[in-house]
């Protein structure tokens, strides 16, 4: 499938959970900024997953080892325990000689990120067609990428509270209206601060403050344009999007080409979608290397057959030499809460210091 | 036994005029080293100064003494509870399995020259009229022999320390829950004031408070003079010292203002810093005038090495800029026996760094070379040789012999996934997020991944 540059029609793609206020009272001189409280790959789910997973769910290197190692007393770690971590560190595409499910469902979250309706696409739960999402068919099988309990799930909800390293946030100008506008300034930062929490420490709150991070972040900074329409914001695809993830402190990044945002705009806080095409390389060694093979068997995902489907699914960016797909179709749940965002040195790209 | 010919064999080795000439280098070398409080030691022991460790305690012949702590695994313990040694000369032949998912019983590599414990750790015996002192006490082993204990943990050297210093068989810095057992240099207390602490850090002994809050100094400071007022000292909070605290060593106190007392030491008042967003943060250090305290720097890495800025923070790159990695391995036995360094079995290294084969390696993962006129600097940073076909230490005159640049006795690699100076797509590579056989970049600072204070 080729990829474009077009946006899907948005407002069948987002995750609707609210209106935008008619109280603009967080716009200020034109400006509004959201951080990043929730980001975690878009899986649609049915209850006891018949429609989507008809088989049941993958095994995991704890099954996997169990059915290539019956009796591995005698075994040497060369033949057994290291035989699976260079798979899982040095993979292929040829089979592992495990049926991998892949989602099989009709129905994803997501864009149409190529403006076509191919057989593997799709179809948005609202009734749109040609959704993108070829992550969700390789991980929606496998327990450890399914809310609210997958391992996955969780580790990065959790993580995107800990650390700093993954505060990104999005600030827009020129806005006349939250409701609409023709065009708006969209631009992406990381931030330095921790998120402001209600007293539990563990709901993130409106109104926080977040200093832009324009020394180890600088590289992160991008910009596009977009539009809102009836409170749903649409942004142009940034080219290529870096975005730090990390779940158990290893400071590994997802690189998200043709990256658009589709978010339900409010004055306390953003929600919808973000979109585009994973680079494969970049998206599994992210797993891997935060997830040991330990953790990965608690979410019962086999890294080595992950990848393998991966890579079968990838529908984007061939390889000029190879041909192969290097980037795969993905979309990812946002949740975002409205900030304060400070820019160094009271300037930004000829703004104000401090959006307020 | 097998660890009597171990330890008798690199006696011979050291021993006689090298290791003494040895300790003298590394008084030489350094500096200013951390100061500590005298305590209680066995007759012939002694404290040595070391680069990376601060003082650490060693037996009469100069030997760095460790401890090999109880350590948490996912599926049980490893290491000692106190005055139980667990280290002897038995070759473990199968895994412990006390690492998730795999299962134990499985047959352990390379098992014809697979060394015991003690062959590794050789036990730190006590005479026969040996009388405990202190903290130190005496423990029986399951042969009957007596050996050293230090606040009831069995005190063991390291066949990889070669001189008096030495610390190369393992470090005081933190170790998460998911890495080795690993074995621990001992030392005295640092000559610090209670509401002090001191940590080991990749930059050097880092002075903290007692919770973990950096301490910094202001160059525009005097011993007997704060020029930090006003705006200044809302960023920079003044360390007080209480009523009754006295100078001592390179600890004095300088009034502020009357009654008010400030902590000095080696004539820098000290400071915390209100906008530190974490524990042992550099970000004070940012301030212009401002750096971070040390009890002693780490030696400085070698001249054609860099600094490169990251999405995290710093880190320690070659020559080119690409980031420095360090290779990490404990394997799954019962005694957590260390398979880091080029002398263990590079079963485990070769597996994650090329899939079992060595040119992999050396295309995936390359050693960071010496070049011809680059000599190791310190005990920390050396140049030694390579067999690229092994990754063992390369023979005297090895025709096919790399030199390579190794931090403590242990080569360091750049990675081929890393395309651009700044790059760490490395870190983290292999089992348990790199920390048991896999790779670590070499970081300095990592702002953005310390958590919160």
Redesign the interface.
């Known amino acids: 499938m080729k990829r474009s540059a077009r946006i899907a029609v948005a407002a069948t793609a987002v995750i609707l959970t609210g209106t935008a206020a008619a109280d603009d009272g967080a716009l200020r001189d034109g400006r509004i900024a959201y951080v990043m409280t929730n980001l975690f790959w878009s899986v649609y789910q049915t209850e006891d997953a018949k429609d989507e997973c008809p088989r049941g769910f993958n095994d995991g ?2 099954e996997q ?1 169990a059915k290539l190692f019956p009796k ?7 033949e ?3 035989r699976q ?2 798979e899982t ?2 993979p292929t595409s040829e089979p592992d000689g495990f049926e991998f499910y892949e989602v099989e469902g009709r129905y994803s979250w997501g864009l149409d990120l190529d403006g076509e309706a191919s057989p593997e696409d799709f179809t948005h739960p609202d009734g749109g067609e040609g959704i993108d999402n070829q992550v969700y068919r390789a991980v929606g099988c496998i327990i450890g990428f399914r809310g609210p309990d997958g391992v996955e799930f969780i580790f990065q909800d959790k993580a995107i509270m ?4 993954n505060r990104m946030m999005i600030e827009l100008s020129g806005v006349d209206s939250l409701d609409n506008d023709d065009e708006v300034s969209v631009s992406l930062y ?1 931030g ?1 601060d ?1 998120l402001l929490t209600d007293a539990t420490g563990e709901k993130v709150m409106p109104g926080g403050s977040q200093r832009v ?1 324009a ?3 600088a ?2 900074i991008r910009h596009t344009t977009g539009r809102i329409v009836d409170g749903v914001l649409s942004t142009e695809p940034i080219p290529e999007v ?1 975005i ?1 993830w ?1 779940n ?6 997802h690189l998200i080409r043709d990256l658009r945002f589709v978010l339900d705009l409010a004055p306390e806080g953003a929600t919808g979608l973000v979109a585009g095409y994973a680079d494969v390389d ?1 998206w599994y ?1 992210q797993l891997i ?2 997830d ?3 953790h990965l ?1 608690n979410g019962q995902i086999s890294g080595i057959s992950l990848y393998k489907a991966l890579r079968r699914l990838a529908d984007a960016y061939p390889d000029p030499v190879t041909g192969e797909n290097t980037a795969i179709s993905t979309a990812l749940d946002v949740k975002m809460a409205q900030v304060f965002v400070v820019h160094p040195g009271g300037e930004q790209d000829g703004g104000a210091g401090v959006t307020r | 036994m097998r660890s009597a010919k171990f330890l008798s064999r690199r006696l011979q080795a050291t021993l006689p005029v090298a290791w003494l000439l040895a300790s003298a280098a590394a008084v030489a070398q350094g500096g200013p080293f951390e100061q500590w409080l005298d305590v209680p030691m066995p007759p012939g022991f002694r404290v040595e100064n070391t680069e990376l460790e601060g003082p650490v305690f060693a037996d009469r012949d100069g030997r760095t003494l460790y401890e090999w702590p109880l350590h948490v695994q ?1 599926n049980g313990y490893s290491g000692e509870s106190p005055d139980t040694p667990a280290c002897y000369d038995e070759v473990l032949t ?2 412990a399995g006390l ?5 134990p ?5 390379e098992l014809e020259t697979r060394p015991s414990c003690t062959d590794l750790w050789p036990p730190a015996y006590a005479d026969a009229d040996a009388k405990p002192v202190g903290d130190w006490s005496i423990v029986e082993r399951r042969d009957g022999t007596r050996q050293w204990a230090y606040a009831e943990q069995p005190l063991y050297t390291s066949v990889r320390d070669a001189e008096p210093g030495d610390t190369l068989g393992g470090s005081k810095r933190p170790y998460g829950g ?1 890495s080795p057992a690993y074995r621990v240099p001992i030392g005295p207390p640092p000559a610090v004031p209670p509401g002090f602490a001191v940590r080991t850090t990749s930059t050097g002994r880092m002075l903290t408070t007692d919770r973990n809050d950096s301490v910094y100094a202001y160059e525009g400071d005097a011993p007997d003079a704060s020029n930090c007022r006003g705006e200044c000292e809302r960023r920079f909070r003044p360390l007080l010292a209480p009523a009754l605290a006295r100078s001592f060593g390179e600890w004095t106190i300088l009034a502020r203002s009357p009654g008010v007392r400030q902590w000095v030491y080696r004539g820098e008042p000290l400071y915390t810093f209100a906008l530190d ?1 974490h524990s042992w943060s550099q970000q004070g250090s940012d301030e212009p005038g401002w750096h971070n305290v040390y009890t002693q720097k780490a030696p400085p890495f070698p001249a054609s090495f860099t600094v490169q ?5 710093d880190v320690l790159a070659d020559q080119r800029g690409m980031t420095i990695y360090v290779y990490q391995c404990g394997d ?1 036995s019962q005694d957590q026996l260390s398979c880091d360094h080029p002398d263990d079995t590079q ?2 290294r070769l ?2 760094c ?3 084969d060595p040119k ?1 390696c050396l295309e995936y993962w390359p050693y960071v070379r010496a070049a011809d006129h680059e000599t190791g600097g310190s005990r920390t940073w050396s140049v030694i040789g390579i067999d690229p076909a092994t990754g063992h230490k390369a023979k005297p005159e090895q025709a096919d012999a790399i030199r390579v640049w190794a931090f403590r006795d242990r080569p360091i690699y750049t990675y081929a ?1 890393d395309r651009q100076p ?1 790059d ?2 490395g ?8 920390q048991r ?1 896999g790779l670590r ?1 070499f970081w300095l600072r ?4 310390e ?2 204070r």
């Open positions: 290197p704890r080892f591995p007393e005698g075994m040497t770690v060369e057994t325990q290291l971590e260079i560190w040095h800990d650390e700093r390293y990381r330095l921790r991070d020394r180890w972040g590289s992160l870096v730090p990390q158990l402190r290893v400071a590994s990044v970049t060694r290397r935060n040991s093979t330990h068997s | 996912r199968v895994t690492m998730s998912p795999y299962p019983g499985i047959v352990l590599p998911d967003e800025a990251t999405i995290v923070g799954d079963i485990y597996a994650m090329g899939g079992g992999r996934g700044g760490t797509h870190d983290g590579t292999g089992e348990w997020r790199g056989n970049g990592n702002d953005m991944l958590g919160p």
